[in-house]
C-alpha cells in the first residue's frame, strides 16, 4: 500500500522560504499518470490545495498562492517538494502531501519569529 | 475562479440517513469532477473515503455511497453511528489540473 510521509521544519521565520519534502514508499512515484499533491489547513480552519506535480514536472498551483509556491519532483529518491517563499503568520498549518486516495500524517509548520 | 460548495453543518440521528452535497459555482458536477469525499476527524488527518465519485476505498465503511445528484456530488450515509460524526470535505478537479476542496460539511450525531 502506498505511504507518504511529510518532513522539514516545524518553524519557520517571517519573510523566509518553507521547505517540504514528501516521501513516498510501497510504489513508484513514476509509475502513475496521477499527480501528487500538497494540501495545507491553518488551525481550525478547512482544507486548502496548494498545487500538484505529475512525475513528469509539469505542474498546477493554486492561483492565490502561485507567486510563493514552487513544487518540484526527484524521482531518483521517489520525493516530491514544496517550497514556499516569503511567508507570513497566514502560512501557519498543517501540511499534507497526498496521492489520489492516500495522504500523508501531515506536518504542522509554524511561522513565527 | 470556481468555488466549491457545501453545507456548512447537517445533523443525523443515530441510525438515520443523510446526504451531503457538492456543488460547484461553474455549473453541474459531472464525473468529469473526478469527485472524492473526504472524512476527518478532531485531531487526525483526513482520510479518503470515495474518490472518482463512487468508489470506495478498502477502509470506507458501507454505510457510505457517492453519487451524483441534481447537478451535486453526493455523499450518503445509511444508518448513521456516532463515530460518523466528523467534518466532511468534498474535493473537485477542474481543467488544467486544478484542484479546489469545498469548505466542509460539519455533521453532528444526534
Known amino acids: 500500500q502506498l505511504q507518504l510521509q511529510e518532513s522539514g521544519p516545524g518553524l519557520v521565520k517571517p519573510s523566509e522560504t518553507l521547505s517540504l519534502t514528501c516521501t513516498v514508499s510501497?510504489?513508484?512515484?513514476?509509475?502513475?499518470?496521477?499527480?501528487w499533491g500538497w494540501i495545507r489547513q491553518p488551525p481550525g480552519k478547512g482544507l486548502e490545495y496548494i498545487g500538484n506535480i505529475y512525475y513528469s514536472g509539469s505542474t498546477s498551483y493554486n492561483p492565490s498562492l502561485k507567486s510563493r509556491v514552487t513544487i518540484s519532483v526527484d524521482t531518483s529518491k521517489n520525493q516530491f517538494s514544496l517550497k514556499l517563499s516569503s511567508v507570513t503568520a497566514a502560512d501557519t498549518a498543517v501540511y499534507y502531501c497526498a496521492h489520489r486516495a492516500y495522504w500523508g500524517q501531515g506536518t504542522l509548520v509554524t511561522v513565527s519569529s | 475562479q470556481a468555488v466549491v460548495t457545501q453545507e456548512p453543518s447537517l445533523t443525523v440521528s443515530p441510525g438515520g440517513t443523510v446526504t451531503l452535497t457538492c456543488g460547484s459555482t461553474t455549473g453541474a458536477v459531472t464525473s468529469g469532477h473526478y469527485p472524492y469525499w473526504f472524512q476527518q476527524r478532531p485531531g487526525q488527518a483526513p482520510r479518503t473515503l470515495i474518490y472518482?465519485?463512487?468508489y470506495k476505498q478498502s477502509w470506507t465503511p458501507a454505510r457510505f455511497s457517492g453519487s451524483l445528484l441534481g447537478g451535486k456530488a453526493a455523499l450518503t450515509l445509511s444508518g448513521a453511528q456516532p463515530e460518523d460524526e466528523a467534518e466532511y470535505y468534498c474535493?473537485?478537479?477542474?481543467?488544467?489540473?486544478?484542484?479546489?476542496f469545498g469548505g466542509g460539511t460539519k455533521l453532528t450525531v444526534l
Open positions: 474535493m473537485l478537479s477542474y481543467s488544467g489540473a486544478h484542484v479546489l
Open positions: 472518482d465519485t463512487s
Open positions: 510501497g510504489g513508484s512515484i513514476s509509475s502513475t499518470s496521477y499527480y
